[in-house]
């Protein structure tokens, strides 16, 4: 029944919930193995055989909120904050441009001195330098206003993981934040205009196979233009350092149904998953993943951008190691494509 469930998937790009809590409940490294070939069918004939490449720019530590699973809860001491200014910023954009990036991921914690004003100052310098690529935005929860202001500053995409669907696990892991009000950003991110990636975390603690049921319905509703997952990696100073990470195999798996389930989203075979195993990157690709990010932010500064344990920061997830990548995308067959790559929805 699970493959034939598989097959419905790949045919409607849906399933009820009980259809999913049955396919997640009978997951089975041959049930994965067939995800991965029709994921992987999917993905080429939407996207041929192109890997889009984002350049990352982690451009502050500092964060006000306290995300149990986050290395950089306010919380957490033992982190070295760090932020960088607008020049240092714009520094790495240029790096990234002469590599040939035309898309800058600008990811970075809540940081309350990252106003509206210093974000929009931002994304206007960076817009009027380089006209010619995209500007992706990932801070968090902000206003109405605050997201339309980005957005007319030049930001055209937008981040924001949902990081689970269940109200439940979602408040228990996000002491003083509204499951409602991450929903409400992601609406009027969409409303305003932005491409928009929602996401959840695999394999974090306390989650169950319904809550995964409900973050696959949430998706398919939301239709967001891209979405990250990636596993729970623990962090040895946060209240959820001594948990056991999501595993690779089962975050590929769900990859693959959710590139069956909304065949032409950007799908990033995400750093976390290429460190929980040295295959993961390309793991992912093959499992219908799209996208991916390495990073631009200045070597000496990346390691204290410490979600969790043994992040990798250097070879394939360093765009300064642009060989390696590059062999490692056409090694699993696939092209390394440097274009701007807006979601096909937008073009
Ligand atoms: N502060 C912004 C936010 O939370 O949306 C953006 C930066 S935050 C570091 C980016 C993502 O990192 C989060 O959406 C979360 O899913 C992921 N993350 C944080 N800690 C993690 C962990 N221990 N394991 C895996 N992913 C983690
Ligand atoms: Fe801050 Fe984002 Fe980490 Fe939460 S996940 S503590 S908001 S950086």
């Given at each position: 029944k699970s493959f034939l469930l598989l097959q419905k998937l790949y045919e409607t790009h849906d399933l009820s919930k009980e259809e999913w809590l049955y396919l997640l409940e009978h997951y089975t490294d041959a049930l994965a193995c067939s995800a991965r070939e029709l994921a992987h069918q999917v993905s080429t004939h939407y996207f041929g055989k192109r890997v889009y490449l984002r350049g990352l720019i982690e451009?502050?530590?500092?964060?006000?909120?306290?995300?149990?699973?986050?290395?950089?809860?306010?919380?957490?001491?033992?982190v070295v904050r760090y932020r960088l200014d607008q020049e240092t910023i714009l520094a790495c954009c240029e790096e990234g441009y002469k590599l040939g990036y035309r898309t800058f991921v600008l990811q970075g914690g809540?940081?309350?001195?990252?106003?509206d004003e210093r974000i929009e100052a931002l994304v206007k310098g960076i817009h009027e330098r380089y006209p010619d690529c995209a500007i992706t935005l990932s801070i968090g929860e902000r206003s109405y206003a605050s997201y339309l202001r980005f957005y007319q500053a030049g930001a055209r995409r937008f981040l924001l993981r949902h990081e689970t669907a269940s109200k439940q696990l979602y408040e228990s892991l996000h002491p003083h934040m509204s499951f409602e009000h991450r929903i409400k950003c992601l609406k009027d991110l969409k409303t305003i205009g932005y491409q928009v990636g929602a996401g959840f975390l695999v394999g974090v603690p306390g989650q169950t196979m319904e809550d995964l049921v409900e973050d696959f319905c949430f998706l398919k509703q939301l239709d967001p233009h891209m979405v990250g997952i990636g596993p729970f990696m623990p962090q040895?100073?946060?209240?959820?350092?001594n948990f056991t990470s999501g595993t690779a195999e089962f975050t590929t798996f769900l990859l693959s149904l959710i590139r069956l389930m909304l065949p032409d989203v950007l799908l990033p075979a995400t750093t976390a998953l290429a460190t929980l195993d040295p295959k993961g990157g390309e793991m992912g690709l093959l499992s219908g993943a799209n996208v991916v990010m390495p990073n631009l932010s200045p070597i000496e500064v990346r390691?204290?951008?410490?979600?969790?344990?043994?992040?990798?920061?250097?070879?394939?997830?360093?765009?300064?190691?642009q060989q390696q990548i590059l062999n490692n995308i056409e090694n699993v067959g696939f092209i390394p494509d440097f274009s701007i790559g807006h979601s096909p929805r937008c073009c």
């Amino acid at each position: 029944k699970s493959f034939l469930l598989l097959q419905k998937l790949y045919e409607t790009h849906d399933l009820s919930k009980e259809e999913w809590l049955y396919l997640l409940e009978h997951y089975t490294d041959a049930l994965a193995c067939s995800a991965r070939e029709l994921a992987h069918q999917v993905s080429t004939h939407y996207f041929g055989k192109r890997v889009y490449l984002r350049g990352l720019i982690e451009f502050t530590n500092i964060c006000h909120r306290h995300c149990l699973y986050c290395g950089l809860r306010s919380e957490n001491e033992n982190v070295v904050r760090y932020r960088l200014d607008q020049e240092t910023i714009l520094a790495c954009c240029e790096e990234g441009y002469k590599l040939g990036y035309r898309t800058f991921v600008l990811q970075g914690g809540e940081d309350t001195y990252f106003t509206d004003e210093r974000i929009e100052a931002l994304v206007k310098g960076i817009h009027e330098r380089y006209p010619d690529c995209a500007i992706t935005l990932s801070i968090g929860e902000r206003s109405y206003a605050s997201y339309l202001r980005f957005y007319q500053a030049g930001a055209r995409r937008f981040l924001l993981r949902h990081e689970t669907a269940s109200k439940q696990l979602y408040e228990s892991l996000h002491p003083h934040m509204s499951f409602e009000h991450r929903i409400k950003c992601l609406k009027d991110l969409k409303t305003i205009g932005y491409q928009v990636g929602a996401g959840f975390l695999v394999g974090v603690p306390g989650q169950t196979m319904e809550d995964l049921v409900e973050d696959f319905c949430f998706l398919k509703q939301l239709d967001p233009h891209m979405v990250g997952i990636g596993p729970f990696m623990p962090q040895k100073d946060t209240p959820l350092g001594n948990f056991t990470s999501g595993t690779a195999e089962f975050t590929t798996f769900l990859l693959s149904l959710i590139r069956l389930m909304l065949p032409d989203v950007l799908l990033p075979a995400t750093t976390a998953l290429a460190t929980l195993d040295p295959k993961g990157g390309e793991m992912g690709l093959l499992s219908g993943a799209n996208v991916v990010m390495p990073n631009l932010s200045p070597i000496e500064v990346r390691h204290q951008y410490a979600l969790y344990d043994g992040k990798v920061y250097v070879g394939t997830e360093s765009a300064l190691c642009q060989q390696q990548i590059l062999n490692n995308i056409e090694n699993v067959g696939f092209i390394p494509d440097f274009s701007i790559g807006h979601s096909p929805r937008c073009c």
